[in-house]
């Protein structure tokens, strides 16, 4: 196989981020990989060029609310001083491959390869354009901002994939683009689903310590359910501030607990051996999180855990398709609830028996041999 030089470009804290983690590991075949990033990968690469994350205080918002209304898109977008400091850092550079994650990486992927007969590629992960288009500011300052990079920048893009069904159906609409599927689903484990109890049933879940989150919706869920119902988090840092006032609450909640955080190697198996259901609520209240499809679906998949939910759009086709769990009528606590109440043990054994099915196609191999074959077309 030709070795290239290859160019991976993301604004994240690359050690824990799983889908940057997949993407480096299957782009290793082809060739060098330079990857720009806040943390270290945490595995081998040719080379890492370290970006320094920045936080606008309340004076640079203002200033930045002002750009975003007065100047273009593009003379804002790079006097970003995290695209200015990869240009400097990676200037004179030449690659074969570039891939940009995330929209916010895409015009610092085409300004370093103009001229060159470099191929880029897109990974958006979610739509960028409507991120938080339940928030008056963000319709307001950001959309327009987003929009107009993408309907600039996307026609530029060799190859483009995103996580789920519905956000590649509305880049493709949107922006007349193709645009593909790899969703955040883990490595395959070897693992079997262990026995429900039929007087204890362990609820997980996973993720980061973010108010927009609504962690607050899970400890209420579990305070409908029966005294079966036992409720853990293992989440990692993100907001200090939200994360103080979360393990203060939930401290008056007997049957809810804060666990240490596990490694992403580690968690699916620690899941597999240690719970019951993986408990995922999803408020319809953006464009994303109707469409969200988060690496803690197929993580609880993997564990060969029965998979209890809301009825979100992307999740409920892989639940009829696959058995593996239950999703209320509603988007509320009491509808949700009465699904939960209503299970045995034996219930949750087969749901647990599909997900151990389902779990040798919904996994990276997979997702690998779909990008293998983009890339090979490249």
């Known amino acids: ?34 990857v720009t990033g806040y943390t270290p990968p945490g595995q081998s690469v040719h080379a890492f060029v370290p970006i320094n994350p920045f936080h606008r205080s309340i004076f640079e918002k203002i200033r930045m609310a002002g ?40 015009p610092l992927a085409v300004a370093l390869t103009e001229g060159t007969s470099a191929k880029i590629i897109l990974d958006a992960h979610e739509y960028t354009p409507r991120q938080f288009d ?4 963000f319709q307001w300052f950001w959309q327009p901002y987003w929009t107009q990079l993408a309907r ?18 509305e880049y493709s609409r949107e922006f007349k683009v193709a645009c593909g599927v790899i969703t955040n689903a883990p490595e395959a484990i070897e693992a079997s689903p262990r ?15 973010k108010v927009e989150r609504e962690l607050e919706q899970y400890v209420e869920l579990v305070q409908a359910l029966d005294s079966r119902f036992e409720l853990d988090f293992y989440l990692m840092p993100s907001q200090k501030n939200y994360e103080a006032k979360f393990r203060k ?45 988060p690496n803690k679906f197929f993580e609880g998949i993997q564990a060969r855990l029965a998979i209890a939910t809301w009825p979100s759009e992307e999740l409920v086709p892989f639940i009829d398709t696959y058995s593996f769990g239950v999703y209320s009528q509603r988007f509320t606590f009491d509808s949700l609830a009465a699904r939960l109440n209503a299970l045995t043990s034996g219930d949750i054994d087969a749901m647990k028996h599909n997900a151990h099915r389902a779990a040798s196609r919904l996994n990276a191999k997979a997702n690998q041999q779909i990008l293998k074959g983009w890339l090979s077309q490249l």
């Open 1 to 34: 196989m030709e070795s290239r030089s290859i160019l991976v470009l993301a604004f994240s804290p690359l050690h824990r981020d799983g889908r940057i983690h997949r993407q480096l590991t299957w782009l290793e075949p082809f060739g060098k990989i330079t």
């Open 67 to 106: 750009s975003l209304k007065c100047r273009s898109a593009e003379s804002v977008y790079f006097s970003d001083s995290r695209v200015q400091e990869a240009l400097t850092a990676l200037k004179g550079q030449r690659f074969d491959w570039v891939v940009a994650n995330d929209l916010e990486t895409l």
């Open 134 to 137: 339940s928030e008056m500011l």
């Open 152 to 169: 600039q920048y996307l026609p530029k893009v060799h190859l483009m994939y995103t996580v789920c069904e519905g956000i590649a159906a």
């Open 195 to 209: 026995v429900t109890l039929e007087n204890s049933i362990r609820l997980v879940h996973s993720g980061l310590f």
């Open 249 to 293: 609450w939930v401290q008056d909640y007997p049957r809810v607990s804060i666990k240490p955080a596990q490694t992403l190697q580690a968690l699916v198996t620690h899941l597999n051996a240690n719970y019951d259901m993986a408990l995922l609520m999803f408020s319809p209240k953006s464009f994303n999180y109707k469409h969200i499809l």
